[in-house]
């Protein structure tokens, strides 16, 4: 026996202790899948989840799509044809289809609401429906409220301008830039894609519209290479690719990684190769330094002159030759001797010192004496050759 619809309702509450924003039929299956399954599905704050029926209080699946990367519709709305749009999650690709367009409309819009915290543009919705949207909206806000808005990196100085001033804020880390990143504007852009194809096919550069950023991508075509350019907002709950449908990803470096994952791996981004060197100078050997210079003069310096050493007129007597000892004997030396030879040999020595100090004055001043002589008498014999060669010419 199926219980009261109401009972069936507490149960599923006291479970899932949520909020119910919205319910109805669906039908759901895995991308590897071929034929969809039928289900009730509660979206209760951000979980989905599944029943097989209507009557079933207990939930056969659940789909967490708090960390939804994107949402996208197979084709576009149509009033008569089934709504099919796929869920992509961080571990598997949910699809699923409604085969009323109106039911999966308004489906596609309660999810977007609750996950960006914002009603999402272009919904084919009445303005009642709308206004259901708004209260869902305020609740979920209350109950969740939304994540501080990542900071901005540094604006180029020539959008300065451009964009009015921002309000001072306490400074925040600035958040990972793309190695793509570039602070040009489009016609830059697209001339560096086009000037050098090699080096990548998506440039990340500033907007000229506050908080946002433009993507400036290479897209190879049969008809030959097509260059495009999106938009990509930052909002609290981070960054929307502004598509015929939106989709919102976590950081610039996800932005990078849908468009590269849309085109089938066919985009890398744009990272400008450094130069490399290729050939190994070596460097010449150091030159011996010398240290005489060229401008340096040599100076002869005068040669040392010694005096002859003279002896002493002073005759000594020859000291007597030593006696040698007896055999057997042992000699005793004579302290007194010994100390009275000593002082008559330093005597002698300073004697010597004193001739040879004295000789070798003497020398030298016969040597200037007679140096000077010869130039008066050299300059005598000028001074008279050229007295008579005068006379001669009188």
């Given at each position: 026996?199926?219980?009261?619809?109401?009972?069936?309702?507490?149960?599923?509450a006291?479970?899932t202790?949520?909020?119910?924003?919205?319910?109805?039929?669906?039908?759901?299956?895995?991308?590897?899948?071929?034929?969809?399954?039928?289900?009730?599905?509660?979206?209760?704050?951000?979980?989905?989840?599944?029943?097989?029926?209507?009557?079933?209080?207990?939930?056969?699946?659940?789909?967490?799509?708090?960390?939804?990367?994107?949402?996208?519709?197979?084709?576009?709305?149509?009033?008569?044809?089934?709504?099919?749009?796929?869920?992509?999650?961080?571990?598997?690709?949910?699809?699923?289809?409604?085969?009323?367009?109106?039911?999966g409309?308004?489906?596609?819009?309660?999810?977007?609401?609750?996950?960006?915290?914002?009603?999402?543009?272009?919904?084919?919705?009445?303005?009642?429906?709308?206004?259901?949207?708004?209260?869902?909206?305020?609740?979920?806000?209350?109950?969740?409220?939304?994540?501080?808005?990542?900071?901005?990196?540094?604006?180029?100085?020539?959008?300065?301008?451009?964009?009015?001033p921002?309000?001072?804020?306490?400074?925040?880390?600035?958040?990972?830039?793309?190695?793509?990143f570039?602070?040009?504007?489009?016609?830059?852009?697209?001339?560096?894609?086009?000037?050098?194809?090699?080096?990548?096919?998506?440039?990340?550069?500033?907007s000229?519209l506050?908080?946002?950023?433009?993507?400036?991508?290479?897209?190879?075509?049969?008809?030959g290479?097509?260059?495009?350019?999106?938009?990509?907002?930052?909002?609290?709950?981070?960054?929307?690719?502004?598509?015929?449908?939106?989709?919102?990803?976590?950081?610039?470096?996800?932005?990078?990684k849908?468009?590269?994952?849309?085109?089938?791996?066919?985009?890398?981004?744009?990272?400008?190769?450094?130069?490399?060197?290729?050939?190994?100078?070596?460097?010449?050997?150091?030159?011996?330094i010398?240290?005489?210079?060229?401008t340096?003069?040599?100076?002869?310096?005068?040669?040392?002159?010694?005096?002859?050493?003279?002896?002493?007129?002073?005759?000594?007597?020859?000291?007597?030759?030593?006696?040698?000892?007896?055999?057997?004997e042992?000699?005793?030396?004579?302290?007194?001797?010994?100390?009275?030879?000593?002082?008559?040999?330093d005597?002698?020595?300073?004697?010597?010192?004193?001739?040879?100090?004295?000789?070798?004055?003497?020398?030298?001043?016969?040597?200037?004496?007679?140096?000077?002589?010869?130039?008066?008498?050299?300059?005598?014999?000028?001074?008279?050759a050229?007295?008579?060669?005068?006379?001669?010419?009188?």
């Amino acid at each position: 026996m199926s219980m009261h619809p109401r009972v069936v309702h507490r149960r599923r509450a006291t479970i899932t202790a949520l909020p119910l924003y919205y319910s109805g039929h669906l039908l759901k299956k895995h991308r590897k899948e071929k034929d969809f399954k039928k289900y009730y599905g509660e979206l209760r704050g951000v979980t989905l989840f599944l029943y097989k029926d209507d009557t079933q209080d207990t939930y056969t699946e659940k789909l967490e799509l708090e960390e939804l990367k994107s949402m996208d519709l197979d084709s576009p709305y149509q009033r008569k044809e089934p709504t099919i749009f796929t869920l992509t999650l961080p571990k598997e690709e949910v699809q699923l289809k409604m085969d009323n367009p109106d039911t999966g409309e308004e489906w596609r819009g309660y999810i977007l609401t609750v996950i960006k915290k914002e009603i999402p543009g272009k919904l084919q919705l009445l303005p009642g429906q709308v206004l259901q949207l708004q209260e869902v909206l305020a609740e979920e806000r209350r109950r969740n409220p939304p994540k501080p808005r990542p900071p901005l990196p540094p604006r180029p100085s020539f959008l300065l301008s451009a964009s009015p001033p921002l309000p001072k804020e306490e400074p925040k880390s600035a958040p990972e830039v793309p190695v793509c990143f570039l602070n040009v504007t489009r016609q830059e852009a697209e001339q560096m894609l086009e000037a050098n194809p090699e080096y990548g096919s998506m440039i990340l550069r500033p907007s000229t519209l506050a908080n946002s950023y433009a993507l400036t991508l290479r897209q190879l075509t049969p008809s030959g290479p097509v260059m495009k350019n999106y938009r990509v907002t930052s909002t609290n709950s981070g960054f929307v690719i502004e598509l015929d449908k939106a989709v919102t990803v976590s950081s610039l470096n996800d932005v990078l990684k849908y468009f590269i994952e849309r085109m089938e791996y066919r985009l890398h981004p744009y990272m400008s190769s450094l130069p490399y060197d290729t050939c190994i100078d070596v460097s010449p050997a150091p030159k011996s330094i010398s240290i005489i210079s060229s401008t340096q003069k040599t100076v002869s310096l005068p040669k040392a002159q010694v005096a002859p050493m003279q002896r002493s007129k002073t005759k000594q007597e020859p000291l007597p030759p030593p006696t040698e000892p007896v055999d057997g004997e042992y000699v005793v030396p004579d302290d007194e001797d010994h100390k009275v030879k000593l002082a008559e040999l330093d005597g002698e020595l300073r004697e010597v010192l004193k001739l040879r100090r004295e000789n070798t004055y003497a020398a030298t001043d016969q040597e200037d004496v007679s140096t000077y002589e010869n130039q008066t008498n050299a300059k005598s014999h000028c001074s008279t050759a050229q007295w008579n060669t005068k006379s001669v010419a009188m």
